[in-house]
T-cell receptor
Framework: SQKIEQNSEALNIQEGKTATLTCNYTNYSPAYLQWYRQDPGRGPVFLLLIRENEKEKRKERLKVTFDTTLKQSLFHITASQPADSATYLC???????????FGAGTRLAVHP | NAGVMQNPRHLVRRRGQEARLRCSPM?????VYWYRQLPEEGLKFMVYLQKENIIDESGMPKERFSAEFPKEGPSILRIQQVVRGDSAAYFCASSPPTSLTDTQYFGPGTRLTVL
């Protein structure tokens, strides 16, 4: 069955460093991959979408890569700040683009 | 442009009662999705609706759960005879009426607690 895996352990980094989060998927060939941010008690907020024919996408301090051979996406936050502390979710479309399959998320903590 | 609105934000029910969760999509959006998030788990798709139509309910439990999106008014997720295992955060998302939807916009969620 289709599965999305993200690092289950929290990622702790020092302010100013680059955070790198991993998303691996199996039994699936997605045309799109998305990253969301979720804060405690809130709904997910869309961050970036990357298409299968795009190797890399950037938005301000965020960078996403998409390797369809490895079936992996990497999500980078450069010059991280304590305000970046949140859970980051990887998601793929399934079944004709009408539903998202989410990974369990990776919790990022940026320490001053 | 107001975002996706959900109410109530918190709902407490006793076992056997009914829970009704409401979702008003963003203005101009005609596609609504419901997801459930159990503690320490990822979001799981439940149902996808367009106005007056259920398009995909493959993630909905077969019993006690139903959803609708009427011509007028919000989308409703209804859970009959709630059990403790229904305690979760329920999120609604919406997207515009394009053939290929890239992004879904999520509401703040309704946290259901079943006593």
């Amino acid at each position: 069955s289709q599965k999305i895996e993200q690092n289950s352990e929290a990622l702790n980094i020092q302010e100013g460093k680059t955070a790198t989060l991993t998303c691996n998927y199996t039994n699936y060939s997605p045309a799109y991959l998305q990253w969301y941010r979720q804060d405690p008690g809130r709904g997910p907020v869309f961050l970036l979408l990357i298409r299968e024919n795009e190797k890399e996408k950037r938005k301000e301090r965020l960078k996403v890569t998409f390797d369809t051979t490895l079936k992996q996406s990497l999500f980078h936050i450069t010059a991280s700040q304590p305000a970046d502390s949140a859970t980051y979710l990887c998601a793929l479309f399934s079944g004709g683009y009408n539903k998202l399959i989410f990974g369990a998320g990776t919790r990022l903590a940026v320490h001053p | 442009n107001a975002g996706v609105m959900q109410n109530p934000r918190h709902l407490v029910r006793r076992r056997g009662q009914e829970a009704r969760l409401r979702c008003s999509p963003m203005k101009g959006h005609s596609h609504v999705y419901w997801y459930r998030q159990l503690p320490e788990e990822g979001l799981k798709f439940m149902v996808y609706l367009q106005k007056e139509n259920i398009i995909d309910e493959s993630g909905m439990p077969k019993e006690r759960f139903s959803a609708e999106f009427p011509k007028e008014g919000p989308s409703i997720l209804r859970i009959q005879q709630v059990v403790r295992g229904d305690s979760a955060a329920y999120f609604c998302a919406s997207s515009p009426p394009t053939s290929l939807t890239d992004t879904q916009y999520f509401g703040p969620g309704t946290r259901l607690t079943v006593l």
